[in-house]
């Protein structure tokens, strides 16, 4: 397992996983912190569909590719739609919709690349960041686990394009399931317990039953579904942040009833040599 750690630079602090770094594949979450947007974005809002000023949103984008020490048109955005489809990301689509959300892939929500120093993006209040990475065929994936996503089995998706494209082994890929909305906090109506429940029937303590409510362990699932792909427990690992219960760190669109900004997720990897297909 790896560690989560904060890391603070150019004034942002974010969440990265050094020892994914050391191994070829660099990790960022942002913070809300520090950024030029203002109101109910404040302050780094790095999303450009929630009604946010551009020009703010490009400005802390820049900032955010800082830390990855790349600019803009290394990065590539998708239209994250609550789907499961993913998309292979090569260098002819660096820059998609890092400056504009019209020229972000369309109906995408999972990206797989093997081209060093792209950087793989996507957005987040609540929903999921799920990231991967194969050390050994040196492949990083990133795909956005919201409900939709998660029934949709959009890991399994993702591990499945590495798998096909680039022959990645279960046994090699490391997973980071990071911060985002925790069991603590996901309340969910019956009827969607009851559609939960039947998609993984050998795993109702992923639902919890209290008089208060239901609650959905969204990040344990997505690890079960991690598991039963066949990547060791070891390989995993699982942020400790609840994006609802910390919004002086996070955005949450639940706790702040939808009007809110959004995180990014990056990863890319760095210090290898250009993938050769197999
Ligand atoms: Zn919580």
Request: with cysteine; net charge neutral; proline share 4%.
């Amino acid at each position: 397992m790896s560690q989560e750690i904060w890391q603070l630079q150019n004034n942002i602090n974010y969440l990265t996983l050094p020892d994914w770094e050391k191994r070829g594949a660099k990790v960022v979450f942002t913070s809300r912190h520090a950024g030029a947007s203002e109101g109910i974005y404040n302050s780094l809002n790095m999303a450009l569909h929630v009604g946010d000023k551009p020009e703010a949103v490009l400005k802390n984008r820049k900032q955010a590719m800082k830390l990855m020490g790349l600019d803009l048109s290394h990065m590539v955005c998708c239209q994250q739609v609550h789907g499961n489809q993913v998309a292979v990301v090569d260098s002819s689509l660096a820059g998609r919709g890092s400056r504009d959300h019209e020229d972000a892939l369309p109906a995408t929500d999972g990206l797989v690349t093997a081209v060093p120093d792209l950087v793989l993006a996507t957005f987040y209040a609540d929903c999921i960041p799920v990231f991967l990475f194969d050390p050994v065929r040196k492949v990083a994936a990133l795909c956005h686990s919201g409900w939709k996503g998660t029934m949709g089995l959009i890991i399994i998706q993702a591990l499945e394009v590495m798998r096909r494209q680039y022959n990645c082994q279960p046994a090699d890929i490391l997973v980071y399931i990071g911060p985002g909305i925790g069991s603590c906090c996901y309340e969910i109506q019956a009827d969607l317990a009851d559609k939960v429940l039947s998609a993984f029937p050998d795993d109702n303590d992923i639902i919890i039953v209290k008089q208060q409510g239901i609650t959905w362990d969204l990040k344990e699932t997505i690890r079960r579904c991690a598991i039963n792909y066949g990547i060791p427990k070891n390989q995993i690992t699982v942020s400790s942040w609840c994006t609802s219960c910390s919004t002086d760190y996070f955005y949450s669109y639940r706790k702040e009833q939808g009007k809110t900004g959004r995180m990014a997720a990056l990863i890319a990897l760095v210090g290898v040599k250009e993938h050769e297909k197999p």
